[in-house]
């Protein structure tokens, strides 16, 4: 079809026409893959390169027609599809009709979530939590529930550009202090060991804090913990576990005079 066909169709006809390519074209079992995300039907095939090329013509020909009408349900919902693919094409090719949403949806589909998951994870981030009560206030109960939230939070800065903008920087850097603070409040108060369920979390970040605040008693554990976090597909979770592990393998070396 020419681009004035496609110009005189209506969005809810357009809308299927730009999934079908989408499918096609695969960028978001693309980039997911980058980001460690496991295609959903498990396989990553990609159509020959003239079949891709002849697909993008069609797909920026589709675009072009959802652009020209007022953006409407038809179109945003593309942003939200349950398929990545549908997903990633939406934030290529539709980024006009919602810049900001088009970038959130690009970090959801290389993290594996959705757009609104990276809008809640990054509210969440950069709202501090409430000062009262402070940590020595707190219950116990109260001080590890905290921690879960303040672990979970750490994880949640994948969603922050931590990396280049300095504000960021500093929210990512005040929750690990956060981290830090509380680890120290629960070894004043002989709570240590209350961390040990941590190691067993689905959140890295909780594991990896849990297993430096363990390493002392519950050894072999919060090793095994810290080596199977090496091993995590995020690049930072692996390069944290592993400084963590040789600089505990280097105090207690020198504390035994032992040589590696």
């Known amino acids: 079809m020419t681009l004035e066909d496609y110009a005189e169709m209506s969005a809810e006809r ?6 079908d390519h989408a499918k096609r074209l695969g960028h978001g079992r ?57 997903r990633m094409g939406a934030s ?15 970090e959801g589909v290389m993290r594996g979530c959705s757009a609104s998951d990276v809008t809640a994870a990054r509210r969440r981030v950069r709202q501090p939590p409430s000062p009262r009560p402070t940590l020595q206030e707190m219950s116990d109960e109260a001080l590890l529930t905290r921690f879960q939230d303040a672990g979970e939070r750490l994880t949640a800065c994948q969603f922050i550009d931590w990396v280049h903008d300095d504000r960021d920087m500093n929210t990512r850097n005040a ?21 040990v369920p941590f190691l067993d979390s689905p959140d890295p970040s909780i594991r990896h804090h ?32 592993g400084w963590t592990l040789k600089r505990w393998r280097a105090k207690r070396d020198a504390s035994t005079g032992s040589e590696t």
């Open 210 to 241: 849990a297993a430096i605040a363990c390493l002392d008693f519950a050894t072999d554990k919060a090793v095994a913990t810290l080596e199977g976090l090496k091993a995590d597909a995020d690049p930072q979770v692996r390069a944290a576990a």
């Open 92 to 106: 290529i090719y539709l980024n006009d009709a919602d810049p900001d949403l088009a970038e959130a949806t690009r």
């Open 175 to 195: 929750i690990i202090d956060e981290l830090i603070a509380i680890r120290a409040e629960a070894k004043r108060r002989a709570l240590l060991p209350s961390l």
């Open 14 to 19: 357009l809308s299927p026409l730009f999934v």
């Open 30 to 86: 693309l980039f997911g893959a980058l980001g460690g995300v496991a295609p959903l039907d498990g396989s990553l095939t990609v159509e020959p390169h003239e079949v891709r090329k002849q697909a993008m013509m069609e797909i920026l020909a589709i675009a072009a027609g959802l652009l020209a009408k007022p953006i409407g349900s038809e179109c945003l919902a593309l942003f939200d599809h349950p398929d990545p693919d549908v």
